[in-house]
Each structure stands twice: as structure tokens, then as C-alpha cells.
Nanobody
Framework: QVQLVESGGGLVQPGGSLRLSCAAS????????MGWYRQAPGKQRGLVAT???????NYADSVKGRFTISRDNAKNTVYLQMNSLKPEDTAVYYC??????????????WGQGTQVTVSS
């Protein structure tokens, strides 16, 4: 089994910054793509950013230039640096990973989510 544990959420004022972390643990041989998604109240969960093992990144248009995704492959950890936060960034942020287990099968996992609230 694999667990994804997020941390770093909280309350921040507009214009502020937060850094989210997500550590994967358990039966892991390797991890392909990792990413962050978010879900605001009354809305569907949507992409924030993804990153491949090699470091190629993809961002939602709404966060380009403000958010930066990165990963530490040795630690099976993905990060999301969020700058210039806006009230519309308020959501539960979820970590996602494509994990290859020791038997060579790939499964997709989600973290439990961490709340980010941007408010004055």
C-alpha cells in the first residue's frame, strides 16, 4: 500500500505565500508523474500543476507565473510553492502520484487533502 501525506496548508492573506509538501511512502519502486489538484466548495476538482520524473512541468493557466511545482525523487516528495495568492486560490489541495510498485504495476494515488484559505 502507498500513502501520500500532504502538509503546509493554512490561512494566508492575499498576496502571501505558502509551500505545500507531499511525501509518498509505502510499497514504492518508482514514481512517474506527480501533481497537485484543488477543489473549491461547490466546484469540481481540477488540475493545478504536474511534474514528470524528469522535471517537465504543466500548470493550469490560472496559476502560471505564481505557482511552482518541484520534486525530490530521492525523497518521493513533491512540492508546490504558491506566491501572490488570491482569494480564488482558496480550496482543498490534493496531491496525486502515479506509483509503480515492486511488481511493476502502476497505480494512481491521492492524498487526503490540505486546506488553503486566502483571506484578509
Amino acid at each position: 500500500q502507498v500513502q501520500l501525506v500532504e502538509s503546509g496548508g493554512g490561512l494566508v492573506q492575499p498576496g502571501g505565500s505558502l509551500r505545500l509538501s507531499c511525501a509518498a511512502s509505502g510499497s514504492i519502486f518508482s514514481i512517474n508523474a506527480m501533481g497537485w489538484y484543488r477543489q473549491a466548495p461547490g466546484k469540481q476538482r481540477g488540475l493545478v500543476a504536474t511534474i514528470t520524473t524528469g522535471g517537465s512541468t504543466n500548470y493550469a493557466d490560472s496559476v502560471k507565473g505564481r505557482f511552482t511545482i518541484s520534486r525530490d525523487n530521492a525523497k518521493n516528495t513533491v512540492y508546490l510553492q504558491m506566491n501572490s495568492l488570491k482569494p480564488e486560490d482558496t480550496a482543498v489541495y490534493y496531491c496525486n502520484a502515479d506509483v509503480i510498485g515492486h511488481f511493476g504495476l502502476q497505480y494512481n494515488y491521492w492524498g487526503q487533502g490540505t486546506q488553503v484559505t486566502v483571506s484578509s
